[in-house]
């Protein structure tokens, strides 16, 4: 069974950086398309950040030009490197995982596989 398990996420001001990672049971490299997901409370999931195997990204407009997509095959993990964040990027943020596209889709139905999730919490 594919397992997804994030981790990096906390408590930081405006302004500060935080690095997600998503720790891979599989060769991720096997994987059309990785992404990062955020939910924050009574809103509905969106799609943050996310990569194909082909090395194409795509990012949301609030995430762009702050947030980097990567990821490292030999270790089986996918990042988020996350700069200037805001209070607004509050959220509970998911890794995930499929073939059902090889294009980089930030909507979560392109997703076979997720992870249990990381909290992030930014003050201003």
């Known amino acids: 069974q594919v397992q997804l398990v994030e981790s990096g996420g906390g408590s930081v001001q405006s302004g500060g950086s935080l690095r997600l990672s998503c720790a891979a049971s599989?060769?991720?490299?096997?994987?059309?398309?990785m992404g990062w997901f955020r939910q924050a409370p009574g809103k509905e999931r969106e799609g943050v950040a996310a990569?194909?195997?082909?090395?194409?990204?795509a990012y949301a407009d609030s995430a762009n030009g702050r947030f980097t997509i990567s990821q490292d095959n030999a270790k089986n993990t996918l990042y988020l490197q996350m700069n200037s964040l805001k209070p607004e990027d509050t959220a509970m943020y998911y890794c995930?995982?499929?073939?059902?596209?090889?294009?980089?889709?930030?909507?979560?139905?392109?997703?076979?596989?997720w992870g249990q999730g990381t909290q992030v919490t930014v003050s201003s």
């Open positions: 995930a995982a499929g073939s059902l596209t090889c294009y980089p889709s930030l909507l979560s139905r392109q997703y076979n596989y």
């Open positions: 990569t194909s195997n082909g090395g194409i990204t």
């Open positions: 599989d060769y991720i490299g096997s994987w059309c398309s």
